[in-house]
């Protein structure tokens, strides 16, 4: 069936460096893209969004893009901080869902000082 | 804060048992979802509300469980004759507008527990 992944489920990186979260979706017919950042014990929080009719979006540190012809999708994290140390998730959504967001499992990112 | 508010935060009971949880949502905010968690999992769908009314559920939405929003406003989950494999975080998630693609708000979600 069509699903939402990710490559890895979890990413170590040091203070400072940028982080680049990937996600593989298999559905041809998404049109809506949304990363979410969940800390423990929390609702999911969004963080960034993309159409498909773009292929990339900036954030405050954050930048999203997307590659329709091999069904990808990426967050890049500049300068990632200790603060930035969270499950991410991709969501997608097609028209034809209605109002559903389809999640992927998750990757666990550990900021090291 | 998303300004979604569920309770209560954490809940054990024991197997058989019903249990409710509420969410309120941004009030201006017309669309709410519900949605289950499993550790290390992404979200699943359960339901969604168009001010007052249901306007779908995932196969995942037993006969066990309801969920109401009178009145458009708050809503509530019940989950009857629970089961062990209810064990989850149960998220609230409201959205501001009435077409799809629109961002999500969560809450803060219900951790139910069933012994």
């Known amino acids: 069936g069509e699903s939402v992944g990710l490559h890895l489920p979890t990413l170590s990186v040091q203070e400072g460096d940028n982080s680049i979260i990937n996600c593989a979706y298999s559905n041809s017919a998404s049109d809506y893209f949304i990363w979410y950042k969940q800390e423990s014990g929390k609702g999911p929080q969004f963080i960034i969004d993309i159409r498909s009719n773009m292929d990339k979006r900036q954030g405050q540190r954050v930048t999203v893009l997307l590659n329709k012809t091999v069904k990808h999708l990426s967050l890049q994290i500049a300068a990632t901080q200790p603060g930035d140390s969270a499950v991410y998730f991709c969501?997608?959504?097609?028209?034809?869902?209605?109002?559903?967001?389809?999640f992927g499992e998750g990757t666990q990112l550990t900021v090291n000082p | 804060d998303t300004g979604v508010s569920q309770n209560p935060r954490h809940k054990i009971t024991k197997r058989g048992q019903n249990v409710t949880f509420r969410c309120d949502p941004i009030s201006e905010h017309n669309r709410l979802y519900w949605y289950r968690q499993t550790l290390g999992q992404g979200p699943e769908f359960l339901t969604y509300?168009?001010?007052?009314?249901?306007?779908?559920k995932s196969r995942l939405l037993s006969d066990r469980f309801s969920a109401e929003r009178p009145k458009g406003s708050f809503s509530t989950l019940e989950i009857q004759r629970t089961e062990q494999g209810d064990s989850a975080m149960y998220l609230c998630a409201n959205t501001q507008g009435s077409t799809t693609n629109e961002k999500l708000f969560f809450g803060s979600g219900t951790q139910l527990s069933v012994l």
């Open positions: 969501a997608e959504n097609t028209r034809a869902s209605g109002s559903r967001l389809t």
């Open positions: 509300f168009q001010n007052e009314a249901q306007l779908e």
